[in-house]
């Protein structure tokens, strides 16, 4: 493992690429004749990640001062459906990094310093990963049971995290810690190196699917971060702190995106079956199948709807900053996490059309949309989950529980 053996290349100078430049068909094309074999031999995206890095994909975010190719968060999300149709845990691995890079970008649209630091990072290579999921804490970003101890230069940070997508390779961890000397601000959020003493990263990743994104668990030991690698501290429980609500737009929208990608290929596999299959009994083409073309339909409605949203949602957070901006106020984290729900919901059951629609054929392993179903369903597990979900979005509108 090293830091993408050096700063990850820079962009060109000439205007700013599209997703459609940064990632072109040719190279889709490579990520997904990769990806069964991944899947299969339940194997980390190495060679995936080192095309990635070639054409500055972890730099897509980052300001063009600073290397990158300067994206909005809406055409970060634009890009990320495009590799999820073509390598679903590809994208859910690299997205972990985005979300950082991410959270610089909303913090920057403020006027906050604090963004310069992680692009400086992210320009000289280094990948970032995600260690906020705890077994058993669903409060997820908004309280931890890992613990942070102060010391003489920040905190010895010690718990388990569970889900660290990226495990193979990144190179500085976001974690949250609890600090319980101050209570009124006990969340600590910072980034660990994956050189300092006291990190285990244990190879327990076998699950159904996203079997390439290789989310292992990390155990923590009294690992140093440094003061300088605090990025805030918090209360517990949701609050507006800007690296807090970046955090948490950043990650469900990026990982909205990788699953509408996933529904948008499968609904280009199943008008692919649609086409090339056709009625031993009519010898008419399951085109014109009834029952077919109204599951096709069924299937693209479901997808429509979830683009819209994110268009919606990503460009109100780009406008941060601006005259234009809108004030959601506490409403902005419902918004986050009900566009997610929405797109994984529906990700989901597009998938299932369109394995309704294509015939038992795709019934069989190896198959494309044998594992788009399978890796369609982590993310009923990413957080925000249902139950959260309409937790929160009930207690908005009738309250809490008892008044």
Not at 101 to 112: E, P, W
Request: proline share 6%.
């Amino acid at each position: 493992m090293t830091r993408t053996d050096g700063p990850v290349p820079r962009a060109p100078e000439p205007e700013t690429p599209g997703p459609e430049t940064l990632l072109p068909e040719d190279l889709l094309a490579t990520f997904r004749g990769r990806a069964a074999g991944y899947d299969r031999d339940n194997r980390f995206f190495d060679e995936d990640l080192a095309d990635l890095v070639r054409v500055g994909y972890p730099l897509m975010l980052v300001p063009r001062e600073h290397g990158g190719h300067g994206f909005t968060l809406q055409q970060a999300v634009a890009a990320q459906r495009r590799l999820a149709a073509a390598a679903p845990a590809t994208a859910l691995g690299i997205n972990m990094h985005h979300v950082l890079v991410g959270v610089a970008h909303t913090l920057r649209l403020r006027g906050d310093a604090r963004a310069e630091r992680i692009f400086e990072q992210a320009a000289a290579g280094e990948i970032f990963a995600f260690g906020i999921s705890e077994a058993g804490n669903d409060a997820v970003l908004f309280d931890a049971a890992t613990t942070a101890v102060g010391a003489e230069d920040g905190y010895r940070v010690t718990g388990t995290k569970i889900f660290t997508s990226l495990s193979p390779v990144w190179t500085r961890l976001l974690v949250h810690a609890r600090d319980d000397s101050d209570l009124e601000a006990p969340l600590v959020f910072g980034l660990l190196d994956r050189t300092a003493e006291g990190i285990e990263i244990l190879d327990d990743w076998d699950t159904m699917g996203m079997r390439a994104s290789q989310s292992r668990t990390t155990v923590l030991r009294s690992v140093p971060l440094p003061a300088g690698q605090v990025l805030t501290r918090t209360p517990a429980g949701p609050n507006p702190d800007p690296v807090v609500w970046g955090i948490f737009g950043c990650f469900e929208l990026l990982l909205a995106a990788v699953y509408t990608g996933i529904a948008d290929r499968a609904v280009e596999l199943a008008v692919q079956a649609a086409g090339s299959r056709r009625s031993r009994a009519t010898g008419a083409p399951s085109a014109e199948d009834p029952h077919v073309r109204r599951l096709v339909a069924e299937a693209a409605l479901l997808r429509d709807g979830v683009e819209l949203q994110l268009l919606r949602l990503t460009a109100d957070v780009d406008s941060l900053g601006t005259a234009a901006a809108p004030d959601h106020g506490p409403r902005w984290f419902l918004l986050f996490s009900g566009v997610k729900h929405r797109a994984t919901e529906a990700a989901r059951e597009v998938v299932d059309l369109a394995l309704r629609a294509s015939g038992g054929a795709q019934y069989s392993r190896g198959q494309e949309l044998e594992r788009l179903y399978r890796d369609v369903l982590a993310g009923m597990y990413h957080p925000s989950d249902d139950e959260s979900v309409h937790a929160a979005l009930a207690t908005s509108l009738l309250g809490p529980l008892g008044g």
